[in-house]
């Protein structure tokens, strides 16, 4: 995707990572009620051909251990003005939560910056413009146009979501409720969002602190799943790759991969993230 036209006071262009995300409601009138202590046939709930077989064994698997775990644990059907209302915030709040990176141009790479701007924009300024850098989720109406497809489970109780990594074979795919798309507080200061921490992993992230080379925190001797993955310090814990909703410069990895796409030849100038929240 190439980078808007300048627009702003100081000049800055915008460079949009667009995510095409496709909602499936769990059906749960299609779900048959079972007799006391069996399993509910939770594959009726999911629409023939929103999701491939593998993914549905798994998430077959989630709800079985969520059904398990306590007798307050259950879905529930989907009103329709809760239906709309959950589409809207979740896009609202991911993309607020997310959209506070920007970048500039590195330590001598100005001038590079600003000969391709001013070959391919026309921009004449002496002022060096920043770069926007959002995230855009696009809603779309069939699972084949989709980047992601995400099973939504209006439930009882908070469930523990999931999402694939984008480069997933076939297509990512994730699950999640009806809780993920509001902030709570965790620990009593950290504000969480799930469904904001979810659509990290499909941008690339791991856990803030997973042990993994190029991460920022990690948490050696940790085991995928551990709880230290999810952060050490509370520092750690507080951005959205552990238990909170801050974003930091290291979250910009995947525009800054995206951009450099942008130019070939000698010529690619580096770019420094940095943070600049407006909410």
């Keep these: 995707m190439d980078f808007s036209p300048l627009s702003g006071n100081p000049p800055h262009v915008k460079h949009e990572l667009v995510v095409r995300v496709f909602l499936s409601p769990f059906r749960v009138e299609h779900v048959e009620t079972p007799e006391h202590g069996e399993q ?7 629409i023939p051909g929103h999701f491939k077989e593998h993914e549905i064994h798994y998430i077959l698997g989630l709800l079985e251990e969520y059904h398990k775990d306590s007798n307050n644990n259950r879905l529930q059907k989907w009103p329709d003005s809760k239906w709309i209302q959950f589409r809207s915030i979740l896009k609202l709040k991911v993309e607020q939560i997310w959209n506070v990176l920007w970048a500039r141009p590195s330590e001598g790479m100005e001038n590079v910056w600003m000969r391709y701007l001013a070959a391919t ?15 855009n989720l696009k809603l779309v109406n069939l ?3 989709a980047d992601v497809r995400i099973l939504c489970l209006n439930t009882t109780t908070r469930f523990r979501s999931r999402m694939s990594l984008s480069w997933v074979q076939g297509g990512s795919f994730g699950i999640l409720d009806w ?5 709570y507080e ?9 469904a904001a921490h979810e659509f990290g992993h499909y941008l690339g992230f791991s856990h803030v602190a997973a042990n993994i080379e190029g991460n920022p925190y990690p948490a050696i ?3 995928p799943g551990d709880t230290e993955e999810y952060g050490i310090t509370e520092h750690q814990r507080g951005n959205v790759m552990g238990m909170g909703t801050r974003v930091e410069p290291w979250n910009a990895a995947p525009w800054l991969r995206h951009i450099q796409r942008h130019f070939s030849g000698p010529e690619k100038p580096k770019f420094v993230a940095y943070v600049q929240n407006h909410h």
């Design 40 to 46: 509910p046939n939770y594959k009726d709930g999911i």
């Design 143 to 145: 699972p084949s146009e």
């Design 179 to 183: 809780y993920d798309i509001y902030t």
């Design 121 to 135: 924009k026309g921009y004449k300024s002496s002022v060096v413009p920043s770069l926007k850098l959002d995230l």
């Design 186 to 194: 965790y620990e009593g200061n950290i504000i969480n969002c799930d």
């Design 221 to 223: 001797g940790a085991k």
